[in-house]
């Protein structure tokens, strides 16, 4: 891809309500724009990231039996109207849809209510259970106020799962399965050192249920870290919720010791047990043809809050750091020359086409007629993983400028050898 022809352009100045430093590093380096509060686009660049993101979570889904659907956004009233959950005060974030005549949908802000009846159509045996079923799409929730970038927002993307089960040992074993997932979808992301598997109340069927959540400094929860299980190499945490109850100790080792940070939530799991199956009648059928009801659970990651999560975990200074996982690319080339015939921009050129014909994924510089200055710092700031410069000062010095992003490490490498240089980065 080459910068001139992106309709998107970066900016040296935050917007006046950009309040995070997602919302503000992603809007400046052209990633995202904001429609209104709560509600952003995802733009050329800003896109790339997030179906990185998705494929890492699909990946992982596959990799557990997950079968990917895709459900419809909008649902009948009577769905909602089951489970108790369509009157606002039960359910507040639930958008009602007014249609034709008298008619009213509901747009969801999560798949319950669609998912059951959905399953009920063709489940009925103990034969056709335990699964798990996921979609990535569009949820949409009446947020009082929305902020913190697409941390927090009123339309955002989501991985929601629902696992169904004919016993609660079933529902535990598969429960753990998705923990070893999502452990693996934060590895993969660069996030794991920073991730805290953290005690939530549960609920009436279980004791807790499980939030994911990341160290940010200006992260909108509270956490209390288990100093215990850090000793222990393990990365434990409990809500506020759970710390604020009386004699609190660590689910996990008994201490009592916490210390606490501040923290984004990127996923939660619960054990729902039978509480959106027996609204439905959601039932199966055992070895002797009795009857008994399915027990569920639910398993929500968010995708779009995970690049804002991302992008102000490895932010700097000077603007985004991708992880290589998750970038719009790998590499930024940035040619220093006076026109297009001038050498350095032809090795660019070569350099573009050999690294694109091997699989790496770059963007090309070719603005030449902005200066060279705010050329850097738009390397900068979009966060690319590796920028390589190249100038008559490098060839003559024996070839390009390369520059990690994450370190800032620079050193010149010959021509013939950027591509060894990029598997070893």
């Known amino acids: 891809m080459l910068l001139s022809k992106l309709f998107t352009k970066t900016s040296k100045d935050a917007a006046a309500d950009a309040q995070s430093i997602n919302a503000e590093l992603l809007t400046r380096a052209g990633f995202i724009h904001k429609s209104m509060a709560g509600v952003y686009s995802f733009l050329p660049l800003g896109l790339r990231v997030l179906r990185r993101i998705e494929q890492i979570v699909r990946e992982e889904m596959n990799a557990i039996g997950g079968q990917e659907i895709l459900m419809s956004a909008l649902a009948p009233r009577e769905y909602w109207e089951k489970t108790g959950r369509w009157d606002k005060k039960v359910f507040e974030p639930l958008f009602h849809v007014p249609a034709f005549g008298e008619q009213e949908y509901a747009l969801n802000p999560t798949h319950e209510e669609v998912v059951v009846p959905l399953v009920q159509r063709y489940v009925h045996s103990y034969r056709d259970l335990p699964f798990g079923c996921y979609q990535i799409q569009t949820k949409f929730r009446n947020e009082l106020r929305a902020k913190s970038g697409i941390l927090r927002g009123r339309e955002f ?22 923990q ?24 009436s069927f279980s004791p807790y249920s499980h939030e994911y959540q990341v160290l940010l400094p200006q992260g909108e929860d509270a956490i209390f870290v288990s100093v215990e299980a850090e000793k222990q190499g393990k990365r434990i945490a409990v809500n506020r919720e759970i710390f604020d109850a009386k004699k609190t100790t660590c689910p996990v080792t008994g201490g009592r010791e916490f210390r606490e940070e501040r923290a984004s939530e990127a996923a939660n799991i619960f054990k729902l047990g039978q509480k959106f199956s027996d609204p439905f009648s959601l039932t199966f059928t055992d070895e002797g043809g009795a009857t008994h009801p399915i027990i569920m659970g639910c398993y929500g990651i968010g ?5 804002g999560i991302i992008a102000e975990a490895f932010a700097d200074k000077a603007g985004l750091v991708w992880p290589l996982s998750v970038a719009p690319a790998q590499v930024l080339i940035v040619p220093l020359a006076k026109d297009d015939q001038e050498e350095p921009y032809t090795v660019a050129q070569d350099l573009y086409r050999l690294l694109s014909k091997k699989g790496i994924a770059c963007l090309l510089d070719d603005r030449l007629k902005d200066s060279v200055g705010s050329r850097l710092n738009d390397a900068d700031l979009l966060g690319i993983p590796t920028r390589i410069v190249v100038s008559l000062k490098s060839l003559k010095a024996g070839g390009v400028e390369v520059k990690d992003r994450a370190s800032g490490k620079v050193e010149v490498i010959a021509k013939g050898n950027v591509i060894e240089s990029l ?3």
């Open 303 to 307: 995708i779009s809050r995970l690049m």
């Open 423 to 425: 598997s070893v980065h």
């Open 157 to 178: 993307l989501m991985k929601d799962l629902y696992s169904f089960h004919a016993d609660s040992a079933s529902l535990d074993q598969y429960y753990e399965q998705v």
């Open 180 to 203: 070893g997932a999502y452990d693996r979808i934060f590895e993969r992301l660069g996030l794991a050192n920073r991730t805290y598997l953290t005690y939530a109340s549960g609920g």
